[in-house]
Nanobody, 128 residues
């Protein structure tokens, strides 16, 4: 199973910006998402992208600050993060699925059902 590979995480000051990159080497995912996990907290969905219909959704905490996008032919998925704050600190994980539909590719679907594969994560640390 192809595992997405994330990069771009690093330490940054509050108010700064970062771009995270996720590469899926063997296919263009129909559904791609970014999740994050802060220390002591459960993993949460951050952004999700159903490429078949260009449907995008974000968790409320990042709306207006984060942008998920992809290149064409679509093997690379980005998460642009602006106006970072300490609550954004955590491991960021890319998830992908080769086949999907608008119903599956949704925060309403359990992540295990929505995605075939997960990356190992990249760490984002936001300092005050």
């Amino acid at each position: 199973q192809v595992q997405p590979v994330e990069s771009g995480g690093r330490a940054v000051q509050a108010g700064g910006s970062l771009r995270l990159t996720c590469v899926v080497s063997e296919y263009s995912p129909a559904c791609a998402g970014w999740f994050r996990q802060a220390p002591g907290k459960e993993r949460e969905g951050v952004a999700i992208f159903y490429t078949g219909g260009d449907i995008i959704d974000y968790v409320d905490a990042v709306k207006g600050r984060f942008t998920i996008s992809r290149d064409y032919p679509g093997n690379t998925v980005y998460l642009d993060m602006d106006a970072l704050n300490s609550d954004d600190t955590g491991g960021y994980y890319c998830a992908a699925s080769r086949y999907s539909n608008s119903g599956l590719c949704s925060f309403a679907t359990t992540p295990r059902r929505a995605f075939d594969s997960w990356g190992r994560g990249t760490q984002v640390t936001v300092s005050p």
